[in-house]
C-alpha cells in the first residue's frame, strides 16, 4: 500500500553537499516513523538516521552524526536527508524506509520497517 520513492542522488567531491528526498504516498505518512539506510559495494546496508512521526526526535549513526540532517514535511508526504561534508565513504545506495505500528526506540532495527523504497545512488569522489 505504502510506495516509496528516492531522489536527489548523483556525484559529488568530498567536502560537498547533497539533498535526498523520499516521496511517500498515502494519507497515513505523518504516522510513519522514518528511516534512512544505505548499503556500499561489498557491504551490509546500515543504519543512517530516523525521525519521528512528528518530526520532533531525529538518531543518527555516529559515522554521520553532525553531517547528515533528517527532516520530514508532513503536508508533502516527504522526508529529507541532507548531507554535509561529504566524504568517500559515504559512498552508497540510499534507501529510505517507513516503519508503522512501532515504538521510536525501535527506530534502528532494520527489520521492523515494512516499507522501503528503490534507493538511490549516491558517489562522492575524493
Known amino acids: 500500500q505504502v510506495q516509496l520513492v528516492e531522489s536527489g542522488g548523483g556525484l559529488v567531491q568530498a567536502g560537498g553537499s547533497l539533498r535526498l528526498s523520499c516521496a511517500a504516498s498515502g494519507r497515513t505518512f505523518s504516522t510513519y516513523i522514518m528511516g534512512w539506510f544505505r548499503q556500499a559495494p561489498g557491504k551490509e546496508r546500515e543504519f543512517v538516521g530516523a525521525v519521528s512521526w512528528s518530526g520532533g526526535s531525529t538518531d543518527y549513526a555516529d559515522s554521520v552524526k553532525g553531517r547528515f540532517t533528517i527532516s520530514r514535511d508532513n503536508t508533502k508526504n516527504t522526508v529529507y536527508l541532507q548531507m554535509n561534508s561529504l566524504k568517500p565513504e559515504d559512498t552508497a545506495v540510499y534507501y529510505c524506509?517507513?516503519?508503522?505500528?512501532?515504538?521510536?526506540?525501535?527506530?534502528?532495527?532494520?527489520?521492523?520497517?515494512?516499507?522501503w523504497g528503490r534507493g538511490t545512488q549516491v558517489t562522492v569522489s575524493s
Open positions: 524506509a517507513a516503519m508503522e505500528n512501532a515504538w521510536y526506540s525501535s527506530r534502528r532495527n532494520e527489520q521492523r520497517y515494512g516499507y
